[in-house]
């Protein structure tokens, strides 16, 4: 059975930082591209960061410079790494697990900042 469980997620100031985990089970961890998510309310899930399988990363153009995001094979984890965090950075942040055709979602995190 597969499992990709996140955690990290809270409420923080602006300015703040927050680090999300997501620790997957039941996957060949090393060979799936990872993923970080993220849904605010009214709007369409978007992609925040990725990390292939040969560590290239990919960023939304909205956090470059403040997130990143990294992999550690040996504990099959996935981190997101956020700081300088804005209002508008509040949602639903998702972990994602892909190696064709299998496609794997974690349950999601709440981050708010918010003074």
């Known amino acids: 059975q597969v499992q990709l469980v996140e955690s990290g997620g809270g409420l923080v100031q602006p300015g703040g930082s927050l680090r999300l985990s997501c620790a997957a089970s039941?996957?060949?961890?090393?060979?799936?591209?990872l993923g970080w998510y993220r849904q605010a309310p009214g709007k369409q899930r978007e992609l925040v960061a990725g990390v292939t399988r040969g560590m290239n990363t990919i960023y939304a153009d909205s956090v470059k410079g403040r997130f990143t995001i990294s992999r550690d094979n040996a504990k099959n984890t996935v981190y997101l790494q956020m700081n300088s965090l804005k209002p508008e950075d509040t949602a639903v942040y998702y972990c994602n697990a892909r190696h064709a055709p299998n496609d794997y979602w974690g349950q999601g995190t709440q981050v708010t900042v918010s003074s």
């Open positions: 039941g996957i060949i961890f090393s060979i799936y591209t």
